[in-house]
């Protein structure tokens, strides 16, 4: 089982990334995917998660109407469009994937927002 993020970066407040999360070993379309993150000194906190068709997403209350979460069953993958980002959006993002018993992460990707 793999799951790979890639995407994350320095960017400047107010700008635009866009995380994808690369799933192998495991049948993705059973699975609810979703988006956390952990900023140095605080506890991991879910940002983003859809079920596992994309029809029901939800959303922490600090990134509605700024990020948004899709998927691509064929492709296997997860992303995280994330827009007018803030200092405080700093942290690793991390990439999981959830269904039953099985519980998933990713290595995690640096998002750093700074000017």
């Known amino acids: 089982v793999q799951l790979v993020e890639s995407g994350g970066g320095l960017v400047q407040p107010g700008g635009s990334l866009r995380l994808s999360c690369a799933a192998s070993?495991?049948?993705?379309?059973?699975?609810?995917m979703g988006w956390f993150r952990q900023a140095p000194g605080k506890e991991r906190e879910e940002v983003a998660t859809?079920?596992?068709?994309?029809?029901?997403?939800y959303y922490a209350d600090s990134v509605k109407g700024r990020f948004t979460i899709s998927r691509d069953n064929a492709k296997n993958t997860v992303y995280l469009q994330m827009n007018g980002l803030k200092p405080e959006d700093t942290a690793v993002y991390y990439c999981?994937?959830?269904?039953?018993?099985?519980?998933?992460w990713g290595q995690g990707t640096q998002v750093t927002v700074s000017s």
């Open positions: 859809t079920n596992w068709s994309g029809s029901v997403t």
């Open positions: 070993g495991f049948t993705f379309s059973y699975y609810t």
């Open positions: 999981n994937g959830r269904v039953r018993d099985s519980d998933y």
